[in-house]
């Protein structure tokens, strides 16, 4: 009676050890990795409707007029004209004062970046995608986000601006010299900086006491 009894629990126990033991995990294929450049199946699937739009493009810093040729060559090789309308580097002239000389310069408004007009399509998102110093369009994932009229005009105006900004290369606090008026050669320290009239004030001591001089940003210089 024993015997059976135990025989009877060694079933039972094995049926449990079934009940619980999981199917084997099926093997899970790893996902292939594509290590090649940017191809056109990366592309935004859906043409615009819209026309040609403005879209900011991003590449080396620094090399924003080598890629802008490189983009042009890239063009008119591939016959997209017709897509790729226009591409321009936003700068603006300013004036800096170095060593009491003025000179007017050439400065990029956003370093980094440049602006291609363009009609959106996986044609011409690969040309532009795929210029050598490009790294990508600025948006979500692989849709690139046109630039808004305003924005487009906003930026148009600042290239185009007839008086060239002053470029300040002096801060609070810092020591500056004056190079023009009649304090002119005085060494003095900035105490405040007034952007919207390119007014600085600067103090100087004259006659044993420091004095408030309020000049135009073209009138002093960092020491």
């Known amino acids: ?21 999981a199917p084997p995990a099926e093997p899970v294929e ?17 043409h615009s409707e819209d026309g040609p739009q403005w879209y900011v493009v991003h590449c080396y810093s ?5 890629v802008r ?28 004062v170095k060593e009491g000389k003025r000179r007017v310069i050439e400065r990029r408004v956003f370093p980094g970046y440049i602006l291609v007009q363009m009609i959106l399509s996986e044609d011409s998102w690969y040309v532009v995608r795929n210029t ?4 990508g369009f600025v948006g979500m994932g692989n849709t690139p986000t046109p630039l808004r009229p305003e924005e487009v005009g906003q930026i148009l105006r600042r290239m185009e601006a007839e008086a ?11 020591k500056v010299r004056i190079i023009d008026g009649p304090f002119n050669d005085f060494i003095g320290t900035v105490s405040e900086i007034d ?13 044993g006491r420091e004095t408030p001089v309020e000049l135009d940003f073209l009138q002093v210089e960092k020491v």
């Open 1 to 21: 009676m024993s015997d059976k009894n135990e025989m009877d629990d060694e079933r039972e126990l094995e049926n449990e050890m079934e009940l619980n033991e």
């Open 30 to 46: 790893a996902e292939e990795v594509d290590s090649a450049p940017e191809t056109a199946a990366e592309a935004p699937a859906a």
């Open 62 to 66: 620094g090399q924003e007029n080598k």
């Open 69 to 96: 040729h490189n983009l042009e060559q890239r063009i008119a090789s591939m016959g997209m004209k017709g897509h790729i309308l226009d591409v321009i580097v936003p700068t603006e002239e300013e004036i800096e």
């Open 132 to 135: 050598p110093g490009v790294t």
């Open 164 to 174: 060239p900004k002053v470029k300040v290369t002096y801060k609070q606090g810092q």
């Open 195 to 207: 952007m919207d009239r390119t007014k600085v004030r600067v103090m100087v001591s004259f006659f």
